[in-house]
């Protein structure tokens, strides 16, 4: 394992594959181009070793140039356009191979093919070590492709993160974190609490209340609290630069944690931007949003209920208890959407026992967990 920067990669493509790879390549470009004297175009920096693997390989005349994609300012109706910066080279006329490292979105690719139509070309063929066929959204063809590879931040052989690792002679991949995220949803009174701290136990996983979180911090009259206690008192949202640096600051303080279940936030879709980012950078993800479903009567009378031996003055007051409900409806069960988007919202039943709703809860949990 290596460390760059912030992250930490496993190994992931042998030299002895790309060797491979690369070798089939050169022979198809030697078979396809012999006596044609092509211009190969090595698109910097990435594809800097791959390009010059190849090139020792091809047995023909042939021309190399090293170009970067840059950009300048068009005209009004233009705006950005794309350029290779550094082709002193004419190309009308000319047979191209274009040598990438990888080809991922496709985006570059798009660009270099108007610029090539453009400048004239003969013919082109882009020749690519490395391909991921489901991040590739484009029509432009691949006609040469050394490895197909799945949807993963890899590193080495010319590929970087910010800066680093182009000299490594391995691909490497972003090593995969085992942790277990989930998000417990649900309107106030649903139960996310209860279920929460039984759930925590039994999957030895950090329980993160914002609610509780800001409670505490009200208690102790830190500035947090006091910042927070007037949207909470009116039973509003307190605002997502807050919450959000709150929460960050909650995770980091576990290090080391098998994963978290995060009740009550995200409640808006900046917070659910914000978490996705924050776990992302740790090399992991929400696995699911599991969302107690419960009817308003029942959420009101329960919180009633509770509002008896809480203490808290948010739990008093039906009006109070009813405000928080349409807000929840109101603004947050957007994130629903947020979550279904990416497969990832599960509807629990949160009507009955505890022990039945933790039962039901479990069962996602342990087929997420598989
Ligand atoms: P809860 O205990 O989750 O019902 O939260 C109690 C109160 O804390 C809410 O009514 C909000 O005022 C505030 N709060 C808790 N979590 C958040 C959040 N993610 N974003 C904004 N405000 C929150």
């Known amino acids: 394992m290596i460390k760059l920067h912030d992250l930490e990669f496993e190994p992931f493509i042998s030299e002895e594959e790309i060797t491979k790879a690369i070798d ?4 198809r470009l030697n078979d396809e181009y012999t006596g044609r004297k092509p211009v190969f175009i090595g698109i910097l920096n990435g594809s ?8 020792k390989r091809f047995e023909s005349d042939c021309e190399i140039s090293f170009v970067k994609m840059g950009s300048y300012e ?3 109706t233009t705006g950005e356009v794309k350029t290779l910066l550094g082709l002193g080279q004419e190309l009308a006329g000319r047979e191209v191979v274009l040598l990438e490292d990888i080809v991922d979105t496709g985006n570059t690719l798009v660009e270099v093919d108007r610029i090539l139509t453009e400048a004239g070309v003969a013919s082109y063929q882009v020749a690519t070590l490395f391909f991921k066929p489901s991040a590739y959204k484009k029509d432009v063809p691949v006609q040469i492709i050394g490895m197909e590879i799945p949807n993963k931040f890899i590193v080495g052989y010319g590929l970087d993160y910010d800066g ?3 000299n490594l002679t391995q691909v490497y991949k972003r090593k995969e974190s085992k942790m277990t995220n989930l998000v417990l ?6 139960g996310k609490g209860t279920q929460a701290t039984i759930l925590k136990e039994k999957y030895d996983l950090i329980h993160i209340s914002t609610g509780d979180v800001f409670r505490y911090n009200i208690k102790n009259q830190t500035e947090l609290g006091l910042s927070a206690k007037s949207f909470i008192d009116k039973g509003q949202l307190v605002p997502d630069e807050v919450t959000i640096n709150m929460l960050n600051a909650e995770v980091e303080k576990n ?3 098998n994963g978290f279940i995060f009740d009550g936030f995200p409640r808006t879709e900046a917070q659910a931007e914000a978490l996705s980012e924050s776990l992302e950078a740790k090399g992991t993800e929400v696995n699911a949003m599991i969302a107690l479903e419960v009817e308003d009567e029942i959420l009101v009378e329960r919180l009633l209920e509770r509002g008896k031996t809480s203490g808290r003055p948010d739990d008093a007051d039906e009006r109070v208890i009813r405000n928080r409900i349409k807000v929840y409806y109101a ?3 957007i994130l629903k959407n947020f979550y279904q988007k990416q497969n990832k919202y599960y509807g629990v039943n949160g009507e009955g026992s505890i022990e039945e709703i933790t039962t039901r809860l479990s069962s996602v949990i342990d087929e997420l967990m598989n």
């Open 24 to 27: 089939t390549i050169a022979k």
């Open 48 to 55: 800097f070793m791959f390009a010059s693997e190849v090139i």
């Open 74 to 76: 068009g005209t009004k």
């Open 164 to 166: 680093l690792g182009r």
């Open 185 to 190: 949803f649900g309107p106030p009174g649903a």
């Open 255 to 257: 290090e080391g944690a």
């Open 331 to 333: 603004e947050t069960a």
